[in-house]
């Protein structure tokens, strides 16, 4: 019978400490929502001692959250325990989680103790936070470099004070797989009360191998897998819960493990928190980076319109993403071109493949990235001009005033006529630009995405802009590149409202 893993999510509190600013009560919250909505088993919502602002989002954690367990760090400290306690007085289930470093170099300089003392600081925390609830999770810190000795030694009078779950955690990243799956099995082996608590792991990912630890772990016997979503956390990171997750799904059979993860919550998820922790995801981050399900190589998207599994080990649907995406680019083949042209609803009879592809690759090469609303355009070039700009920049400005707020000026040339905009505001500059060419354009575009890529040319600072927006369900992309951030993100803008306004132009809309 296939035995479930549990997954332990510490995105709220080893993700957000490694975070430049602390996450708000709300941030926090919503973040707890969605990986609830994930199934995640337990989530660790904070070290509640740490700071006021962390025990108040704790305390509105455990309000809320009903079908995921609260966890909460302490030290082995009675007012630790206590604090952890209170906060999650809400909850009806929930789990004070212990930690103690267990490894010579923690013992010696960090807690300048010896190792007997550190077992009496274990039990005696264990059995004071056993006054709250059963459910007490012990972490030997630094279990990566603990002697196999003190770490037997540790875990059986942990389990034996009451202890359910016993984390073995690579603190700092320094173990490698066969290493570390060999510390889950000298425990299973000679722990004589092993059998009475759940074995967890919690790896960081020093040398990139907090997935590979984790999974290793599980071969040997690991029950509880701790992470964070899109591997946040401390230093180089937790490991990635989105991989472990998604390698346990597709090698169940073989680890003879299940999670009860729901998987389409698993895309959404990630952005979430990349958007409140305001880390990007990178483009090549498994499962859940932009190119992750994106073929670019000619033979690639061929093989992929044939049957995607020659290319995909995972179906996108799985983790909530719509479809496969094909980049456009000037390695693409003439199946790629035909798909897009048939996304958008043109049949191979409505253009000329061969004159299309030629163009296509032609412009290819001079942007780099092509887009479907091109290829449109390209299709009916006797229609349209492919390069036409509709609106054109012609002048910008922005004055700061002396009580605060800022006047933004953009002169817009359409159709031979200028026309010159000002709005004054307190708000942020880009949402205002934003809104005064949303009014000037009566185009209702979303802004999806805004990236931000800095080069050095010459001594000057070159600001590109790359803008995703969404406008009648298409996406509409636009770049800006001045020295100016701000006037970069105006070209972009402008950029997209001539994509869309050329899109509508074909589409007679
Ligand atoms: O990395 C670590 O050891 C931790 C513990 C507190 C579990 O985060
Ligand atoms: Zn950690």
Do not use: W
């Not at 007012?79 to 789990?95: G, N, P, Q, T, Y």
């Not at 992750?292 to 319109?305: E, N, P, Y």
């Amino acid at each position: 019978m296939k035995n479930k893993i549990i997954i332990l999510d510490t995105t709220l509190r080893d993700g957000e400490q490694a975070l430049k600013a602390s996450l708000k009560v709300k941030e926090k919250l919503k973040i707890a929502i969605s990986l609830e909505k994930m199934g995640v088993d337990v989530i660790e919502s904070g070290f509640p001692i740490s700071s006021p602002g962390d025990f108040k989002s704790i305390q509105k954690i455990s309000q809320v959250i009903k079908n995921s367990k609260i966890c909460s760090l302490a030290r082995c400290l009675e007012k630790d325990i206590d604090v952890a306690a209170e906060a999650m007085s809400s909850s009806d289930l929930f789990r004070i989680h212990l930690f103690l470093g267990t490894s010579d170099i923690h013992v010696k300089s960090k807690l300048k103790k010896n190792f007997e003392e550190i077992i009496e600081m274990t039990v005696s925390s264990i059995k004071r936070a056993l006054r709250y609830t059963d459910d007490i999770e012990f972490s030997c810190e630094d279990a990566g470099r603990t002697s196999l000795d003190n770490l037997c030694k540790i875990v059986e009078k942990a389990i034996h004070a009451g202890a359910k779950t016993i984390n073995i955690p690579d603190t700092v990243g320094y173990a490698i797989p066969n290493k570390f799956g060999k510390i889950i099995k000298v425990l299973k082996n000679k722990v004589y009360n092993i059998d009475k608590a759940v074995i967890s792991v919690h790896c960081h990912n020093d040398l990139g191998m907090a997935v590979a630890n984790s999974i290793s772990a599980i071969q040997a016997g690991a029950r509880q897998i701790e992470g964070t979503i899109n591997g946040l956390g401390e230093r180089a990171g937790n490991a990635a819960l989105e991989e472990i997750i998604m390698a346990i799904k597709l090698h169940e059979k073989s680890l003879n493990v299940y999670t009860t993860i729901k998987h389409k919550e698993i895309y959404k998820t990630s952005q979430i928190v990349s958007r409140i922790c305001n880390i990007a995801i990178p483009i090549n981050k498994a499962i859940v980076g932009s190119n992750a399900f994106s073929h670019s190589s000619g033979i690639h998207q061929d093989g992929v319109l044939k049957n995607k599994k020659n290319y995909e080990i995972i179906d996108p649907k799985v983790i909530g993403l719509k479809t496969v995406r094909l980049n456009l680019t000037s390695r693409s083949g003439r199946a790629a071109v035909k798909f897009y042209m048939k996304e958008m609803g043109y049949h191979e009879s409505n253009y000329n493949i061969d004159q299309l592809y030629s163009k296509f690759l032609k412009l290819a090469d001079e942007r780099g990235q092509v887009f479907d609303y091109d290829l449109e355009a390209l299709a009916f070039s006797d229609k349209i001009k492919e390069k036409i700009s509709y609106y054109k920049l012609e002048y910008f400005s922005m004055k700061k005033k002396i009580e605060g707020s800022t006047v933004v000026k953009i002169k817009l040339s359409f159709k031979k006529k200028k026309h010159t905009f000002t709005m004054k505001t307190n708000d942020s500059l880009i949402e205002t630009i934003y809104l005064l060419l949303k009014k000037l354009t009566n185009y209702h575009f979303l802004m999806k995405e805004i990236q931000l890529n800095v080069e050095k040319n010459n001594k000057k600072e070159i600001k590109k802009i790359n803008i995703r927006a969404n406008y009648n369900n298409r996406s509409f992309y636009g770049i800006g590149v001045t020295e100016d951030i701000i006037e970069s993100i105006v070209q972009a803008m402008v950029n997209v409202i001539n994509n869309i306004r050329r899109y509508k132009k074909i589409k007679n809309i």
